[in-house]
């Protein structure tokens, strides 16, 4: 062999010897997160992908989602199929909605990579003595836009009626099921003739769709819900506890009565509504209150320890954790207004209340507040 030859042999033995760049490329186990952990967070991630192979309906057995989001304000408008809700600043009132299985896996997610309600909660569970805990760091936001399904519950489906906004709520189930009892204001689409009945859609594709049927273990609203999406619809959600849960709640407020006609109308003449739905202007307030406080009852939704260092002076004190548990022991008989320092747990009690016991005449100061030791205060509208 002549110099040269072994000169390029040797030349490309030197390149085959040389691994590929792709097989010095450490790939991601499956579910891992491909993003910078930031301080803070809980060690063990997830990505989307993950979450999509864990999540069903029905529920898959062994595994927990869990919203640490808001109740009112962020979980019933919007939130993974089959995802549970325990707020993260009322964990530990909740738990007892946990498994008592500790090995099951639990998934925590919340508002995206800048919201630590998720993680706060996965510590805490891990406390507990859980075992297979996980994080969804990227959240509610990753997961709608990767075109992930989305759920409401059905406070929010009551809010939407309440409020008269445009959306259409659909029972899926068989005809001859429906006709025994559906959702009020919901129209039947049995998803077996979907394609036979698409004529009583809205023509507006933007326009809300709800789909339920019976419960879930039952596919036929998420069956009906993607055949909406294929004929353009781009507002379409499910409720997946469908009619069962809605016949439960029902059942359980029929022995509620109905607030009297003048009681409803004694309300509306004295409080004036602001400008969010449920709360009283404060200049309406303190007029009522400043003329006859025995015409209210005022609720400080505020923790004990925050009460007893300054609050309005006649008001009752059921810290907004505690208020889920002793809602029965609000009257009928008179406007109920809920009041903190900011406007933000006073709504949040309006929101629980008006679920728990809509009988109850609830309102809510929108408005920022002081308090004083002697019962004085100030309160700026928002």
């Avoid at 790939?27 to 069903?56: C, H, I, N």
């Avoid at 898959?60 to 408008?77: E, F």
């Avoid at 508002?111 to 630590?116: A, K, N, Q, S």
Wanted: aromatic residues 8%; glycine residues 8%.
């Amino acid at each position: 062999m002549s110099l040269k030859k072994l000169s390029m042999a040797i030349a490309l033995a030197a390149v085959c010897a040389v691994p590929p760049l792709m097989a010095q490329t450490t790939t991601p186990a499956a579910g891992a997160v491909a993003m910078q952990a930031k301080e803070g967070w809980y060690r063990a991630l997830v990505d989307t992908a993950f979450v999509r192979s864990q999540v069903d309906i029905p529920p898959k057995k062994g595994v927990m989602l869990i919203d640490s989001r808001p109740a009112a304000r962020q979980y019933d408008p919007g939130h993974i199929p089959g995802a549970i809700n325990i707020p993260d600043t009322q964990f530990e009132k909740m738990v007892d909605r946990l498994p008592a299985d500790k090995a099951t896996l639990l998934i925590f997610y919340c508002g995206g990579v800048d919201c630590m309600l998720s993680h706060n909660s996965a510590f805490k569970a891990e406390k507990l003595g859980y075992t297979n805990v996980k994080v969804y760091p990227a959240g509610m936001p990753e997961w709608k836009t990767s075109g992930g399904a989305v759920s409401v519950s059905l406070a929010y489906i009551r809010k939407l009626q309440d409020d008269k906004a445009p959306h259409v709520l659909i029972d899926a189930r068989p005809r001859r099921v429906a006709e025994k009892g559906m959702i009020p204001t919901a129209i039947n689409i049995p998803d077996t003739e979907f394609d036979k009945m698409v004529d009583k859609l809205p023509a507006d594709k933007a326009t809300p769709l709800i789909f339920y049927c019976g419960g879930l273990e039952c596919v036929l609203s998420d069956k009906s819900a993607a055949k909406a999406q294929k004929l353009g619809y781009t507002n379409v959600m499910t409720y997946p506890e469908g009619y069962p849960e809605w016949q439960a709640l029902q059942a359980g407020s029929k022995a509620a009565a109905a607030p009297a006609a003048g009681a409803a109308a004694a309300t509306s003449a004295v409080l004036v509504p602001g400008k969010e739905k449920g709360s009283a202007t404060v200049a309406s307030f303190q007029q009522v209150w400043g003329a006859n406080p025995g015409a209210l009852m005022l609720v400080d939704v505020r923790d004990q320890k925050e009460f007893a260092t300054g609050a309005i002076k006649g008001a009752v004190n059921l810290p907004i954790n505690e208020l889920e548990k002793k809602v029965g022991t609000l009257p009928t008989d008179r406007p109920v207004v809920f009041v903190c320092g900011t406007g933000a747990r006073s709504g949040e009690a309006y929101d629980m209340v008006k679920l728990l016991r809509g009988e109850v005449q609830a309102w809510y100061l929108d408005a920022d507040a002081k308090f004083a030791a002697d019962g004085s205060y100030t309160m700026t509208q928002k």
